[in-house]
C-alpha cells in the first residue's frame, strides 16, 4: 500500500525551527520527486521546495531561500524538510508529495502535476 506519512510537526516558538520527515512506502522512493507543500487556514495549498531524483532543488518560493532546504535519504525512505527562523505567518498543515516519475532531474512545476499526497503534518509558530 502507497503511503507518504509527515511527521515532525507542532508547536514552536517565533525564530524557532523544526525538521520535518517524509516517510514513503509501497513506492520506491529513488524513482520519484519529492516536494513539500503548506496549507494555511482559508488559503490555498503552496509550493515550498521539491528536490528531484537525482537530488537537484528546485524551491517554489525565493522568500524561503537561506531559511528551508530540502533532503533526501533513499536508503531510509525519507525526505526531510529543515525549517529555521520560522515565523507565527508560517502557521499551516505541511504536506509532502511523489511525483516526476521517470525523469531524474525534473521537479513537477505546480502541486497539481503531483501524483501521491501525504495527510499533513500540524505547524503552529506561536509564542
Known amino acids: 500500500q502507497l503511503q507518504l506519512v509527515e511527521s515532525g510537526g507542532g508547536l514552536v516558538q517565533p525564530g524557532g525551527s523544526l525538521r520535518l520527515s517524509c516517510l514513503v512506502s509501497g513506492l520506491t522512493l529513488e524513482d520519484y520527486a519529492i516536494g513539500w507543500f503548506r496549507q494555511a487556514p482559508g488559503k490555498e495549498r503552496e509550493g515550498i521546495f521539491c528536490?528531484?531524483?537525482?537530488?537537484?532543488?528546485?524551491i517554489y518560493q525565493d522568500s524561503l531561500k537561506g531559511r528551508f532546504t530540502i533532503s533526501r535519504d533513499n536508503a531510509k525512505n525519507t525526505v526531510y524538510l529543515q525549517m529555521n527562523s520560522l515565523q507565527p505567518e508560517e502557521t499551516a498543515v505541511y504536506f509532502c508529495?511523489?511525483?516526476?516519475?521517470?525523469?531524474?532531474?525534473?521537479?513537477?512545476?505546480?502541486?497539481?502535476?503531483?501524483?501521491?499526497w501525504g495527510q499533513g503534518t500540524q505547524v503552529t509558530v506561536s509564542s
Open positions: 528536490i528531484s531524483r537525482s537530488g537537484i532543488r528546485t
Open positions: 508529495a511523489a511525483g516526476g516519475a521517470g525523469t531524474p532531474w525534473y521537479c513537477p512545476p505546480n502541486k497539481d502535476l503531483y501524483d501521491y
